[in-house]
């Protein structure tokens, strides 16, 4: 008896000597930058494990040497398996949406990759993938201003998101609302800055997280305009002409005849020309010799 027990002692000595030494504690934990929606990637973090209190040698040494095989399971199945640097992603795809993924890696003390070789394993959390997450597109909002009319419409990738406000929002304070569909809208009620907190979520699971500042300014004065009356002198009645009485003789105007305008392009001569002057000079000449031939003549006859 002593020597079955101490033979199966031995046995189980020589099975946990073979069995690959498993990191008890170690867990795959994935990048910062991994998404867990569709079009994201799962990526494991090989630096948080090379970091983790739990490691053994044999672990450190395969993660450093790149000594491991990642096996990618999609609702328990496996969907993807290479060694590391080729398969430490998995892309996520629209055929993952609402499936869950998780990653096991199987450290190896050589490259060869033998089952006897195998020195540990690790195991990440699930994760359940989400479908691509809406983004909303508004850079700003425009300002406002108090007793005016206020609406804009927050554009975003997922045109069926719902919308709705979160913590620190400010809306309602000043007189607005925000509806599911993305749209601010109401009557400001006072003047300042509108801190506004907007959260949208898509059908898949999928959302999105963004913040503003709507200046809201204070309503213009109003313009007071002033109406004055100018009374009009009263009006005298016309006197009404005695129809038994003779009509008034009409009143010969008073004004100056008008002179006749003297067509474009004529003047006339405002001095006597001087050829006229010598012509009335050569009449009297041929007047006074032709007087005085009569006079000759008439004394030679007597």
């Not at 009335?280 to 007047?287: A, E, F, H, K, M």
Request: glycine share 8%; net charge negative; proline share 7%.
């Amino acid at each position: 008896m002593k020597k079955f027990l101490s033979a199966l002692i031995c046995l189980l000595l020589l099975c946990t000597l073979a069995m690959p030494a498993f990191a008890a504690g170690l867990t795959i934990t994935f990048t910062d930058d991994s998404l867990p929606e569709v079009g994201g990637t799962l990526t494991v973090d090989e630096k948080a494990m090379l970091e983790d209190g739990s490691i053994t040698a044999d672990i450190y040494n395969a993660l450093l040497e790149g000594n491991v095989i990642y096996s990618w399971y999609k609702n328990d199945m496996l969907t993807q398996e290479g060694t590391a640097g080729s398969s430490n992603s998995y892309p996520l795809t629209l055929s993952d949406q609402g499936c869950t993924i998780y990653v096991v890696a199987s450290f190896f003390e050589d490259s060869s990759f033998q089952p006897a070789k195998q020195c540990g394993e690790a195991t990440s959390a699930k994760i359940t993938v989400t479908g691509p997450a809406p983004r909303i597109t508004t850079s700003a909002l425009p300002d406002a201003t108090v007793g005016k009319a206020y609406y804009i419409r927050l554009e975003c990738s997922d045109a069926d998101a719902v919308f709705s406000e979160i913590m620190g929002s400010q809306l309602s304070e000043f007189g607005l609302c925000l509806t599911q569909h993305g749209e601010i809208e109401g009557t400001p009620t006072k003047s300042g800055n509108c801190h506004v907190n907007v959260h949208a979520a898509s059908e898949g699971g999928g959302e999105d997280s963004v913040s503003y500042d709507i200046t809201v300014k204070a309503a213009p004065p109003a313009v007071e305009v002033e109406i004055t009356t100018q009374s009009l002198p009263e009006a005298t009645p016309a006197a009404t002409p005695d129809a038994t009485s003779d009509p008034a003789p009409a009143t010969p105007s008073a004004e100056p005849p008008q002179q006749t305008q003297t067509p474009n392009g004529y003047q006339e001569d405002a001095v006597f020309p001087w050829w006229g002057y010598l012509l009335v000079i050569l009449g009297g000449i041929t007047t006074g010799i032709g007087i005085a031939l009569i006079f000759i003549k008439l004394k030679k006859n007597s």
